[in-house]
């Protein structure tokens, strides 16, 4: 004898779990960070999938920016700074200070090392540069939500830095790429290459 219909009754075993024809439902993409990226998760207190807008990160890149650019000033002086001591007719001393030529190239040297040191370093350490800490964003490995590699964070630091010793347009062009990731999640092209994603901490 057929049973009437009850709604809030299961299904019995190997009954299909919605009315036959009806679409069926794709499974929710994981959270970056999630079980199924390793079950590890992103560390205590920070956000799960929660891509940083474009306008922290362009703040945290402006603040980086003066960071370094202070930073190689400051270096390219100090290590380039001789020291010359003359003696006048009278007989007295002086001594004068003199930056050394050719100031343009080992300024834009100690800046590129400066920056890979800096970038590099302070996101396998602490997932975020001073700038990113700043304005609450950092960057994670998208597998596993944990701080970059050093190979992930070599990486996100050599393509934009290749990009800008050939053109500056290509460098800028390379920062604005996460504008053009069409999964919404914020991307950029050295994201891409890095397995990473830049999110929100707060």
């Not at 390793?38 to 560390?43: A, F, N, R, T, V």
């Not at 597998?143 to 190979?151: M, R, V």
């Not at 996460?178 to 914020?186: A, E, G, M, Q, V």
Request: aromatic residues 10%; charged residues 10%.
């Amino acid at each position: 004898m057929t049973q009437p219909y009850d709604p809030n009754q299961p299904p019995p075993y190997g009954a299909p779990a919605q009315p036959y024809g009806a679409p069926a439902q794709p499974p929710a993409p994981p959270a970056y960070g999630g079980p199924d990226y390793g079950g590890y998760g992103p560390p205590p207190g920070q956000r799960v999938n929660d891509p940083a807008p474009m306008g922290m990160r362009l703040l945290a890149r402006i603040i980086d920016g003066l960071l370094v650019s202070v930073a190689s000033i400051a270096i390219s002086y100090a290590v380039g700074m001789h020291v010359f001591s003359t003696t006048n007719s009278n007989g007295t001393h002086e001594v004068s200070f003199q930056a050394y030529n050719g100031e343009y190239f080992e300024l834009a040297l100690i800046g590129l090392l400066l920056t890979c040191a800096y970038e590099v370093g302070m996101l396998v350490v602490k997932g975020a540069t001073l700038g990113k800490m700043a304005v609450g964003v950092r960057v994670a490995m998208l597998e596993n939500g944990q701080n970059p590699t050093l190979s992930a964070a070599f990486t996100r630091w050599v393509i934009p830095a290749v990009a800008g010793a050939v053109l500056p347009l290509f460098e800028a062009v390379i920062f604005l790429s996460p504008l053009f990731d069409s999964t919404h999640r914020n991307r950029g092209w050295y994201d891409l290459a890095a397995k990473t994603i830049v999110v929100r901490t707060k």
